[in-house]
């Protein structure tokens, strides 16, 4: 019987709501008309191939093998552009709902993603691993702190790790059960006061992000953000739902073979890209009052590396997505304090240099969800 249990509540996606969240309750007050997401792209995108600075002449003697042609570029104005696999984010930034932060980074100045990772999610100057999560240290001044947030994947990121309740959804890898089953399997939990009302979480929260339509396919299938965001703007858009959700991307570690127009860093583009549009999308009315963050560790190398890629670097690219009511402060502009690609402006001697530190959009971010400004 102890096993039936188990394998059942991880079949419907509850394991993570027992074992991590007790409490979850997804009839929870939203934390205002507000929704907040945060985007975590793991691995160290490379800014200067997201939004290449195709106006900065040192560029293509850096790194001409992983450059897009001109033509190819989506302009976002005289000196920057989009990759051609963001052309979403391209009509966001047309209708004013997307700011674009260059050579932005957090205050961490070397080149261990864990540690870098770290920073980023506690919002410190420096890694400290028994420290909260900013996100969820701002979750606990919100008016409902109680469950105000959610991670929506397979893991329960460091940013909302913390004293404060949150919740937590990931996408269901086994085989449907049948309805029949699911009947009797309620008849047999509802006098158990533990696992009865887990149960009936888990299936609602799939019923909220519509999991029997996601679970099909391979474990890849699974974990694909645009999934993951289609997931989080189904919970997000539920009157009653969560104001803040928190996603995450992997692959963004282009040590080798890294691409231009195609190749591995166009497909994890084109992916975020797809994904965002989705979450844009599925928020509906919604969108009006969101606003969404898109960070990463730290950037890549100015030069290319001598395996087609790039390496661990320092300053990189930050997008800030919001609807008219998003707290964007200049939606369709590029912020950026350019430092230049000049080999005396460089980090270190070869990494984009920062001029602007990420904390200053998590702040805006919190000002945002308790004051509805960035």
């Known amino acids: 019987m102890h096993t039936n249990r188990r394998h059942f509540l991880q079949g419907v996606g509850a394991s993570l709501l027992v074992s991590v969240l007790?409490?979850?309750?997804?009839?929870?007050?939203?934390?205002s008309n507000r929704r907040f997401v945060l985007v975590i792209l793991r691995g160290a995108m490379d800014g200067l191939a997201a939004v290449?600075?195709?106006?900065d002449r040192e560029l293509p003697t850096l790194r001409k093998?992983?450059?897009v042609p001109d033509e190819n570029l989506l302009k976002l104005d005289s000196f920057f552009a989009l990759h051609p696999a963001l052309p979403?984010?391209?009509?966001?930034f047309q209708r004013k709902e997307l700011e674009v932060f260059h050579a932005i980074a957090t205050p961490y100045r070397e080149r261990s993603h864990f540690d870098a990772q770290n920073v980023l999610e506690t919002g410190l100057d420096h890694p400290d691993p028994g420290a909260e999560g900013w996100l969820n240290r701002c979750a606990g001044k919100l008016p409902d702190a109680a469950h105000a947030a959610m991670a929506i994947g397979q893991s329960m990121p460091k940013v909302l790790q913390g004293s404060n309740s949150v919740g937590s959804w990931t996408p269901d890898a086994l085989p449907e059960l049948e309805d029949s089953t699911l009947q009797r399997l309620r008849r047999l939990y509802a006098e158990d006061a533990f696992l009865g009302s887990r149960l009936e979480q888990g299936l609602q929260a799939q019923a909220i992000a519509g999991d029997k339509d996601?679970?099909?396919?391979s474990g890849r299938r699974n974990n694909n953000f645009v999934v993951l965001a289609q997931a989080a703007a189904r919970f997000l858009a539920q009157d009653n739902g969560p104001g803040i959700a928190v996603l995450e991307a992997s692959g963004w570690d282009t040590h080798a073979n890294q691409g231009a127009t195609q190749g591995q860093l166009a497909q994890r583009l084109a992916e975020l890209d797809n994904g965002l549009a989705e979450l844009r999308s599925g928020l509906g009315a919604w969108w009006g009052t969101t606003q969404?963050?898109?960070?990463?560790?730290?950037?890549?190398?100015?030069?290319?590396?001598?395996?087609n890629g790039t390496d661990h670097g320092t300053a990189s690219v930050a997008f800030r997505l919001g609807g008219s009511k998003g707290g964007l402060q200049q939606g369709g502009s590029v912020i950026a304090k350019w430092p230049g690609l000049l080999s005396s402006n460089l980090q270190d001697g070869r990494d984009l240099r920062p001029t602007r530190d990420l904390r200053e959009l998590f702040a805006g971010a919190e000002n945002f969800l308790l004051k509805g400004g960035a």
Not at 88 to 92: A, I, K, M, N, V
Not at 214 to 217: D, K, N, R
Not at 300 to 306: D, F, H, K, L, Y
């Open 22 to 31: 007790p409490g979850l309750s997804l009839a929870a007050s939203a934390v």
């Open 52 to 55: 290449p600075p195709y106006g």
């Open 65 to 67: 093998p992983l450059l």
């Open 88 to 92: 979403q984010l391209h009509q966001c």
């Open 214 to 217: 996601m679970s099909a396919g």
């Open 292 to 307: 969404v963050l898109v960070v990463t560790e730290f950037g890549r190398t100015v030069a290319m590396n001598g395996t």
